[in-house]
């Protein structure tokens, strides 16, 4: 059983804060990462990809992966209360095309 | 360039109704994924198709759930007879060509409500 495990949260941070997103996977295969963000009653909206070893940055948001650790997180920066809302972290499934593995999600709120 | 299209959006029916679901898919899109989410299990692979072709279904529930894909353009997710324990939001995702390096698209759910 592929496995992809995040913390449900709720992760509370201040406005203006740095919000730190974790994802553990256990395919030791798996080369493709994805962070999700899913408001409330809405669909999984793709905000990042990362392939490689090391950070990659995107506005705000960074993601950064390390195999060897089979970890991968989102970081966010200067975060506002628009950021409040699920994160999903999606792990490639080895030989499977482009079937993913989801977590079950962090919740994250932004306090002002 | 639209989105996946997914109808209906709301569906409310009786246990023991028949309940289809459908989905377009991203033009030039050749995977496409049918999700159910809960509260109690997440996001949960239900099947899915390469280039019209059932690949993985081993995530249908029950033989209740049966899915079909007849062109490029077109799915339908039906779930006959229903049950209260069907209500969840139902997603339809695509991808492009397998590179193993892509994302998947989602539409914007149905939400289905089983009394």
Redesign the interface.
């Known amino acids: 059983q592929k496995e992809v495990e995040q913390n449900s949260g709720p992760l509370s941070v201040p406005e203006g804060a740095i919000a730190s997103l974790n994802c553990t996977y256990s395919d030791r295969g798996s080369?493709?990462f994805?962070w999700?963000r899913q408001y409330s009653g809405?669909?999984?909206?793709?905000i990042m990809?990362i392939?490689s070893n090391g950070d990659k940055e995107d506005g705000r948001f960074t993601a950064q992966l390390n195999k060897a650790s089979q970890y991968v997180s989102l970081l966010i920066r200067d975060s506002q209360p628009s950021d409040s809302a699920t994160y999903?972290c999606?792990v490639?499934i080895a030989g499977?095309?482009?079937?993913?593995t989801?977590g079950?999600?962090t919740r994250l709120m932004v306090k002002p | 360039d639209a989105g996946v299209i997914q109808s209906p959006r709301h569906e409310v029916t009786e246990m023991g109704q028949e309940v289809t679901l459908r989905c377009k898919p991203i033009s030039g899109h050749d995977?496409l994924?049918w999700y159910r989410q809960t509260m109690m299990r997440?996001?949960e692979?239900l099947i899915?198709f390469?280039n019209n072709v059932p690949?993985?279904d081993s995530g249908m529930p029950e033989d209740r759930f049966s899915a079909k894909m007849p062109n490029a353009s077109f799915s339908t997710l039906k779930i006959q007879p229903s049950e209260p324990r069907d209500s969840a939001v139902y997603?339809c995702a695509s991808?492009?060509r397998?590179?193993?390096?892509?994302?998947?698209?989602?539409?914007?759910?149905t939400r289905l409500s089983i009394l």
Do not use: C, R, T
């Open positions: 080369q493709s994805f999700y809405k669909s999984p909206e793709l990809s392939y999903l999606a490639n499977a095309g482009n079937m993913l989801f079950g999600g | 995977y994924f997440g996001l692979l899915y390469n690949i993985d997603f991808s492009p397998q590179g193993g390096n892509q994302p998947q698209h989602f539409g914007d759910g």
